[in-house]
């Protein structure tokens, strides 16, 4: 394994980051607050979580100013709140009255009609004949709803989970910052993130972070996503969150 001198800086950057946070060393919270909110900074997740130790009120606004704000959530608030992809309690696959689809009701070809069996046997000597030829030439048509790989498509970052939920976990940190903090300034702002947006983990998050701020305002919201948030993970841990508030 090679060992470059640069290796050793960023573990000392790093070290030094967290270190500044856990002893609040006062002179270094502006410089903290610059690493956290620099675009694509190396250290900003770090800086982030040495803001969080450091729980300096004056880094609020720092802070809040690293969630971005994102569209709403795809699941809403409902008569049935189902957790994940699926029929509602309505569906009633036995109802004979439910139009079934038909997959290949969108073309115009109609299903192959099965060969017999011994005209497979017969084909098999000519199939191993043609192989390496184009086999693309013999598919029939793709019912719709088959996934359909085209290398040529642009990629589109809004299809992507990950790359919308994904930014170095610089967006938790800064949550969990924020109910370091203790401020219920921000109890605002987390707890509209929990309507954004479709990742569970980060709602989550904002739970555990209303639970460190702890304020009336934070208990309020905690109750809300308990009674309202659609999903039963985030509903569960609000609901033991301000269980243990209020002792």
Request: proline share 14%; glycine share 8%.
């Given at each position: 394994m090679a060992c470059r001198p640069d290796d050793f800086r960023r573990q000392a950057a790093s070290l030094g980051i967290r270190l500044a946070g856990l002893l609040a060393i006062a002179e270094a919270?502006?410089?903290?607050?610059?690493?956290?909110?620099?675009?694509?900074?190396t250290y900003a997740v770090h800086a982030v979580e040495a803001l969080g130790n450091f729980a300096d009120p004056r880094?609020?606004?720092a802070l809040l100013a690293l969630i971005p704000?994102?569209?709403?959530r795809p699941f809403e608030e409902g008569t049935d709140k189902i957790d994940e992809d699926g029929p509602g309690p309505d569906f009633?696959?036995?109802?004979?009255?439910?139009?079934?689809?038909d997959p290949w009701e969108d073309g115009d070809e109609v299903p192959p009609t099965p060969p017999p069996e011994d005209a497979i046997d017969n084909?098999?000597?000519?199939a191993d004949d043609d192989v390496g030829e184009d086999d693309d030439a013999n598919d029939g048509p793709t019912p719709p709803g088959d996934v359909v790989e085209n290398d040529d498509a642009p990629y589109d970052p809004t299809d992507d989970l990950f790359a919308r939920t994904a930014d170095g976990g610089l967006t938790e940190a800064a949550v969990l910052a924020l109910g370091k903090l203790g401020e219920s300034a921000a109890v605002t702002r987390l707890s509209a993130l929990t309507r954004e947006g479709d990742n569970l983990g980060l709602h989550s998050s904002v739970v555990v972070s209303l639970g460190l701020i702890a304020s009336p305002p934070a208990k309020r919201e905690?109750?809300?996503i308990s009674e309202g948030h659609p999903n039963a993970l985030v509903r569960t841990l609000?609901?033991?969150?301000?269980q243990r508030l209020n002792g």
């Open positions: 919270r502006v410089c903290l607050e610059r690493l956290a909110t620099t675009p694509q900074g880094s609020l606004q704000t994102m569209p709403p009633d696959p036995e109802d004979e009255g439910v139009p079934k689809p084909g098999r000597d000519e905690l109750r809300a609000a609901r033991q969150t301000l």
